[in-house]
């Protein structure tokens, strides 16, 4: 568990499911769509801290992973120079294969006084023998790692979710969470995806100039999964009450004297 403990003040984190949202032929004038994220096999994810920009002007004291350069790669193509912020909230899109071997290595660049952080991959086969054992995964002590091997199940083309398994009530609630995509296994593009409606959109997309931004023709291997845009929606909740608790209690611990 870490080191870091939160007055009864501090409630669990309650991250909202998040999906995928696909439409055919809807706002045939829209901006570029994306779910832009970073793909490949090998994810390299530190746990950082960081203060957010909030609308009404605050900066809020935050945790987030971020991912390094340049052992990523973009999905869809960046056509500008490509960077990978150090910390994010939520953390980096990972997308993935489905039927694939993926690792993911964390690095915990939190501040001492937080102890430990993990990340669950909720509906993946999870092995892990570097870092310590904790109490649901194996974690990355304060400046340490820890790698995780996951295998990808044939059928989990869709969206899910990643998050801290460390102390989640504090640290999810901090910011330490994400999404993976998994895109399907199949290369060949189902014919119903560049016929009908599908052809009428892409047409609709040339004539406006758009670029193909999806990360695949169809959700899923089927004909009739086949769709035009992809959006990525997250949602979860930020008590500032706590994350100014976290901050005050980190920079306190940093301010102890051994003995004192």
């Known amino acids: ?72 790669s973009f999905a869809p193509a960046m056509t500008t120079t490509p960077f990978c912020n150090t910390m994010q909230v939520p953390g980096p899109t990972l997308i993935v294969t489905a039927g694939s071997t993926v690792t993911v290595n964390l690095q915990n660049g939190l501040p001492a006084a937080a102890g430990n952080t993990s990340i669950l991959f909720p509906g993946f086969n999870v092995t892990s023998t570097t870092g310590v054992v904790g109490l649901l995964t194996h974690e990355a002590a304060p400046g340490g790692t820890v790698t995780y091997t996951l295998t990808i199940p044939s059928t989990a083309a869709g969206t899910h979710a990643y998050y801290s398994g460390t102390q989640g009530d504090l640290q999810v609630e901090m910011g330490l969470y994400g999404a993976i995509i998994v895109v399907p296994a199949s290369t060949s593009v189902p014919a119903a995806c560049t016929s009908g409606l599908s052809a009428a959109n892409l047409r609709v997309e040339g004539n406006w100039g758009e670029k193909d931004f999806r990360n695949a023709s169809a959700a899923y291997d089927h004909a009739k999964t086949c769709y035009d845009r992809e959006y990525l929606f997250q949602f979860s909740e930020m008590d500032s009450n706590i994350h100014a608790q976290a901050a005050a209690q980190v920079a306190a611990r940093a301010g102890c004297a051994a003995g004192a």
Do not use: E
């Open 1 to 72: 568990m870490s080191a870091l403990k939160m007055t009864p003040a501090a409630s669990l984190s309650r991250l909202l499911p998040f999906v995928t949202a696909t439409a055919m032929l809807l706002f045939a004038a829209a901006a570029h769509a994306a779910a832009p994220g970073i793909t490949g096999t090998v994810f390299n994810l530190t746990a950082q801290p960081a203060y957010l920009n909030q609308p009404d002007g605050q900066m809020i004291y935050s945790w987030g992973y971020g991912c390094s350069l340049p052992s990523v």
